[in-house]
């Protein structure tokens, strides 16, 4: 039986529901790396009030409680998801997670299986 278990990094899935700000992707992505995780994939949009949805695939192996925490902080972040759960990445992942890279989601099933 193989213990590959531990080697993979974690995966997660993060909503932000942001003000709209000139340099909001540049803050957003610059607290992510500080908290030392990798940006699998990320996509924005634009809402009709004025806010930017904006969403992110990360992996890494620090605490995700802290990387929300310090997104949270940041003054145009309103709203903060977190979503960690295999399961739920899994799912998220079959309903089409948008603009998610295609070798990422032939590799999902798998990579939830191994968790």
């Given at each position: 039986m193989s213990n590959n278990n531990h080697n ?24 992510i790396r500080y908290r030392g995780f990798q ?12 806010e930017t949805e904006v969403n992110f695939l ?58």
């Amino acid at each position: 039986m193989s213990n590959n278990n531990h080697n993979e990094t974690p995966i997660a899935h993060l909503s932000l529901i942001c003000t709209s700000n000139s340099i909001l992707l540049e803050r957003l992505l610059q607290t992510i790396r500080y908290r030392g995780f990798q940006v699998l994939n990320m996509n924005s949009n634009d809402l009709e009030n004025g806010e930017t949805e904006v969403n992110f695939l990360v992996k890494g192996q620090a605490k995700l409680t802290t990387l929300k925490k310090s997104l949270e902080t940041i003054i145009d972040v309103q709203q903060c998801y977190l979503t960690d759960e295999k399961e739920k990445l899994a799912k998220l992942l079959e309903m089409g997670l948008s603009s998610i890279n295609s070798s990422f989601i032939n590799n999902a099933p798998q990579q939830a299986a191994n968790y």
